[in-house]
């Protein structure tokens, strides 16, 4: 029997490879190299956080130095130069402001009443004529040899009648001596009084025949300003045309109407009422100059209901020859006036949310204080608040704090729209540095910043 052949094998022996042989790579263990990736991305990301953070830190330097220079946010502490308003005590208009039409009291189409061919025209375009001045001519001459005519006729027929009526006196004077019948005398008596309505006739003829006349011959019959030429000599006009041969519009005095709303009716009646005229102005489309002064006349009958306002008419002397028909002007109709009441400028009140308030300057400090607000006119408000006398601030207001030292300066005349120009106050001191806040201070509202006043 055949033995086995036993194979003994032997554990490999590890020999170090010379220094020709390269030395094989060893393998990485399997995290390593997600590990190595996370710090790349944590490292890249900490690069672009400190520069995102360098860059806004630079920005927001950049921004405060021109917010400082422009003069937006003053530091804590600094000194704000303000122009400055003092509250007065004075008396108010209240008015109704309403867009208006300028309408002449009399406005005139002249038109022919006569057939016939026009002869000339007497009047310039635009002119201002009086009542009676001459306008146009119409041929007469067939209209005055009608009246002639009519004349003639009225002429031989009052000579009938004198014969009539001599002939009944006869008649009279006979039948006292019974030498004729009376049926005689009473059958004159008709004949006069028939020729009586024929003389009659004829005037009414002649009458109308001068008026005939008379309208060849046009006149103006109010004192106005007459329009552009509309006919020339050589036409021929038709009566009763609906062509116009001249327009005339009285200029002095004139008229506007205007709307208000039915909810200012009654004011306005009550105050018409008692003081049987209420002032008017008008003013022109900017609202900057005033072209005439008149009083209320009077007020439609009748409210408009699609509109809910009533019309209201205004009558102005118009001197100037300011208003001009069919003008649209600015209306404001004075209803009221408030007496001994504070006023203060307009553009120095500020809101916040529905709040009014000003900042009131005391001994060279700005305080905020809420104030209520009524009627304004000219820039001027009326406010209740603030006393008489009290300084407040009229701009800088984006730069001002509870607090914060003021610098009043002498406001340029007209920089405000109404508003007188701002003089220092000679009672309040000079600004000191350490000066410390008003302990009368109104507390100041969570939003210290107040939107201008539209």
């Known amino acids: 029997m055949m033995q086995k052949e036993s194979r003994t094998t032997s554990a490999p022996t590890y020999e170090p490879p010379t220094e020709h042989e390269p030395r094989a790579s060893q393998p990485e263990p399997p995290g390593s190299?997600?590990?190595?990736?996370?710090?790349v991305w944590l490292v890249v990301l900490l690069i672009f956080g400190l520069l995102f953070w360098w860059v806004i830190r630079r920005s927001g330097s950049s921004a405060t130095d021109t917010a400082g220079g422009a003069g937006r946010r003053m530091p804590t502490g600094g000194t704000v130069t303000a122009t400055t308003a003092t509250v007065t005590k004075g008396d108010l208009g209240v008015f109704?402001?309403?867009i208006g039409t300028v309408t002449p009291v009399y406005t005139v189409s002249i038109v022919s009443q006569v057939?016939?061919?026009?002869?000339?025209v007497h009047y310039r375009e635009g002119q201002l004529v009086q009542k009676g001045d001459p306008l146009v001519d119409i041929y007469a001459a067939p209209f005055q040899a009608t009246l002639k005519q009519a004349e003639g006729n009225l002429e031989k027929d009052r000579h009938l009648l004198e014969q009539q009526q001599m002939d009944l006196a006869r008649y009279q004077t006979a039948l006292t001596r019974n030498a004729i019948a009376k049926q005689q005398v009473e059958d004159q008596e008709k004949i006069v009084l028939q020729q009586q309505g024929t003389v009659k006739?004829?005037?009414g003829t002649v009458d109308y025949n001068r008026v005939q006349v008379a309208f060849c011959h046009i006149t103006s019959p109010i004192t106005g300003r007459v329009g552009l030429r509309l006919v020339d000599p050589g036409n021929v006009v038709t009566a009763n045309s609906s062509t116009a041969l001249a327009v005339v519009t009285q200029i002095q005095p004139i008229t506007v109407v205007f709307t208000i709303s039915e909810d200012n009716l009654q004011k306005v009646l009550s105050q018409l009422h008692k003081l049987q005229s209420l002032k008017v102005q008008a003013l022109d489309r900017a609202q900057l100059n005033t072209l005439a002064e008149g009083k209320l006349v009077t007020t439609d009958n009748l409210i408009d209901t699609?509109?809910?306002t009533v019309k209201l008419r205004a009558i102005f002397e118009n001197k100037n020859s300011a208003l001009f028909p069919n003008q649209f002007v600015n209306t404001r109709l004075q209803v009221d006036t408030l007496h001994s009441v504070n006023l203060v400028a307009s553009s120095a009140i500020q809101h916040n949310g529905t709040q009014?308030?000003?900042?009131?300057?005391?001994n060279g400090v700005a305080q905020i204080r809420n104030i209520t607000t009524g009627a304004s006119d000219n820039n001027l408000t009326q406010v209740e608040g603030v006393n008489p006398g009290e300084v407040v601030a009229d701009s800088s207001f984006e730069k001002l704090q509870n607090g914060v030292k003021i610098s009043p300066v002498q406001q340029i005349p007209g920089e405000r729209n109404?508003?007188?120009p701002a003089t220092p106050n000679p009672t309040m001191p000079a600004p000191q540095p350490n000066a410390p806040p008003s302990a009368?201070?109104?507390?100041q509202p969570g939003n210290q910043k107040g939107s201008a006043k539209h």
Not at 115 to 120: L, P
Request: hydrophobic fraction near 40%; proline fraction near 6%; charge should be neutral.
């Open 33 to 39: 190299r997600s590990k190595h990736r996370l710090w």
């Open 96 to 98: 109704l402001s309403a």
């Open 115 to 120: 057939t016939g061919e026009v002869v000339a």
């Open 201 to 203: 006739a004829d005037e």
């Open 306 to 308: 699609t509109t809910g």
């Open 356 to 362: 009014a308030f000003v900042w009131v300057i005391q």
């Open 418 to 420: 109404g508003n007188p």
């Open 440 to 443: 009368n201070a109104s507390p």
